[in-house]
């Protein structure tokens, strides 16, 4: 819970010293709330309100950043349990796990594979972001396969290890990459702790006890271990969901610092379909990070698919660029359609075009992202914009016909647009889904 | 210091619905399907009680479907030539509970058929098959308003659930499915305003609102799915509130929608997954009943169900 400026007054020495720049200490306190500036700027706070006040301006989950190069990704930092109620800020990062007893070659051909997960989907790229070196054999093989993943991607590195020791020299060999270690138990902490803090590394602890997790993290932050990622351990979906749930009403329900970082999820199944279900409803609830170990493409792809969905801003629907597309081999005899820049549209007409399988043009009005009833409704999708647009692409020079397609919902415009083209306007159907029919019907 | 776990109360419920009557209640089904009921936020089941698995129809048409991509035509062969065919299957070989049957037939592009026609349909399909029916309209409300209080009549006392009806075109429906002792689906744009005064609206009429299913209009994975995840969790949210008018059970039509989609034409696989998480992620924002096409993906997603409620009897 963020402190009023009342709160923070009752903090501050009273003296209205006048050294922070401000008349009165109340009136530093109210800019404090409002967190133009910092506590440095009172010469006599005293140690513990100091604290009590950096404590409250950290975010209630922290964020981490993980990895060190370009390909870096950050998580945490999340303010809201329903995206509705702002946005969910950080996206889950998606990683593989390489099991070190598989021999080189195959080793490699994964992270060949895993290197080409980007699909563009809505003008976004889709990237996975990490890969986990499991150990399951010596500490000689365990340090030769994270070595290989170290020479062969620029993806951030993970080291999955229940032997500190090796955790240790594979933590030594790939420190420049910020490697996550994985993990810190109960049992373990007094031996992972010094590696996290030897090389400056963030650390995953586990327990299957929330309680016990709140108390680790506390252990780890005492000892000066401030990247720290949760991990509640394998379990069904089900009490998976209600950990990721509980963890995060944890952080912004109740302040608890202790448990104020991101989560990760290890999946735990070998069929595909079940791994990508139970990965996209971990990333739907709350996860920062889920560990999948399945390399198939299809799978991958609907995963990311569901993050960036999850993930989208509420607030800022997704656009495209304002512009004429054509579609398919189109020729001068195409048919033009017209709808606006708001990314579901544009995408969903042109799902429906390709499937009709006639060549066309999609004119995307600028519509600053509105969809084409609440565009026309704001006055961003009549005849001045429309023509204004078919002017700009210069379609006139495109096509050799006088002819527009406008969506079913915006009948009303055909006259208007008629006028202020000098194009005939055909009324086209009110859901993309009747495009197919309709175009070719047209002649 | 111990950890208190943070646990929300809640003074709503989602209603109750019961899809199908059996030969006790003056119906002649073999077993029903009763939805909704929770009294907690999706899945949360240390939360409240959540008394019923979110349920799965399999979509099935009155006529051969014309525009269905190739890997779902695979999936049912020579039985989509006959709708009894296709629903025998569905029961026989992919165990469906439910049938969810559209009536394409009755659209003017699909063959126009009349309401003498749907509701002989009905009742032969009633006869042949003794699971609980789903009956979806043809999407022209003209001839909607025609055929489905047709078929409303021939299916009296079976409970069926009946739909979509809209905003501007509710009334002719509400009035059948109040004879015939039916439940209804009221059909949104991805507006919760409009679903609950849509709901409003019904009831009313006289229709309890124990008897509305919400179908919040969905987009598949990819096509605006997190449109209505958050108006779900938006409706879901004001329901266990205490707002009874939004307190229905959520029927989401992920079948359509997904292979609709073009990564369902990419791969056999892409199209299965594709469905499958865009079913599956709608049940976190709450759907109860979910309308799928392809028996693969039906059984994948009946998986997830299981794992999610075998702690529960």
Known sequence: ?443 | METQLVLEKWAGVISTLTIGADAKEGGTRANTVKIGGQKSLPLLFKEGDIPNPTAIAFEIWDVSPLDWPEELVAAYGKALDNPFDWADKCINEFKAKLLCVRMQGAHPDFGNKGPKEAAEFISILLSRVKVPLIIIGCGDDAKDNQILPACSESARNERCLIGCAVQENYKTLVASIMADGHNIIAESPIDINIAKQLNILISDMGLNLERIAINPTIGALGYGLEYAYSIMERARLAGLSGDKTLASPFICFAGQESWRAKEARISPEQGIIWEIITATSLMQAGADLLILRHPEAAKKVSEHIDILFKNKS
């Open chain 1, 1 to 443: 819970m963020a402190l009023s400026g009342l709160d923070i007054y009752k903090l501050l020495p009273k003296t209205n010293c006048k050294q922070c720049g401000f008349a009165t200490c109340l009136a530093f306190a109210m800019q404090l709330a409002k967190k133009t500036l910092t506590i440095e700027k009172c010469p006599f706070v005293s140690p513990e309100a100091k604290n009590t006040l950096e404590e409250q301006s950290l975010p209630a989950i922290k964020l981490i950043t993980l990895g060190a190069n370009q390909s870096k990704f950050e998580v945490g930092n999340e303010t809201v349990l329903f995206r509705h109620e702002e946005k969910f800020r950080n996206p889950a990062g998606l990683g593989f796990i390489i099991d070190d007893s598989l021999a080189d070659i195959q080793i490699k051909k994964r992270i060949e594979k895993i290197k080409q997960f980007s699909f563009e989907r809505v003008g976004q790229l889709l990237e996975v972001n990490l890969i986990a070196v499991k150990q399951n054999s010596n500490t000689k093989r365990f340090l030769e396969a994270s070595e290989l993943v170290l020479n062969n991607t620029t993806l951030p590195i993970m080291l999955i290890s229940d032997d500190p020791a090796a955790l240790r020299q594979a933590a030594a060999v790939t420190a420049a990459r910020r490697p996550l270690l994985y993990c810190a138990t109960k049992d373990n902490l007094n031996q992972i702790a010094p590696i996290a803090k030897e090389f400056q590394l963030p650390v995953v602890v586990a327990s299957q006890d929330i309680n016990e997790l709140a108390h680790l993290t506390k252990e780890l932050s005492s000892l000066g271990i401030k990247d720290i990622i949760l991990d509640t351990g394998v379990k069904d979906i089900g009490d998976k969901i209600w950990d990721l749930t509980q963890l995060r009403r944890q952080a912004l329900k109740k302040s608890n610092r202790a448990l104020g970082y991101p989560s990760l999820v290890i999946v735990d199944k070998t069929n595909p379909y079940d791994e990508a279900v139970e990965a996209a409803a971990c990333i739907a609830k709350y996860a920062g990070i889920v560990l999948i170990k399945g390399i198939e493409s299809w799978a991958v792809l609907s995963i990311l698919t569901l993050r960036q969905n999850i993930y989208t801003d509420p607030q800022k629907p997704l656009q495209i660029e304002p512009k004429l597309y054509p579609i398919g081999k189109a020729t001068k005899e195409s048919p033009v359609l017209i709808t606006t820049n708001f990314s579901l549209s544009y995408y969903t007409v042109l799902g429906e075009v390709e499937a009709s399988k006639i060549p066309s043009y999609i004119l995307s009005v600028d519509t600053e992202g509105m969809s084409v009833l609440t565009a026309w409704a704001a006055e961003k999708f009549n005849a001045e914009s429309i023509t204004k647009s078919l002017d700009r692409c210069g379609i006139k020079d495109i096509v050799d016909h006088k002819n527009l397609i406008i969506p079913g919902y915006v009948a009303i415009l055909s006259g208007d647009l008629e006028e202020q083209s000098g194009f005939k306007v055909i009324v086209g159907p009110k859901e993309a889904a009747g495009i197919p029919a309709f175009l070719k019907n047209l002649n």
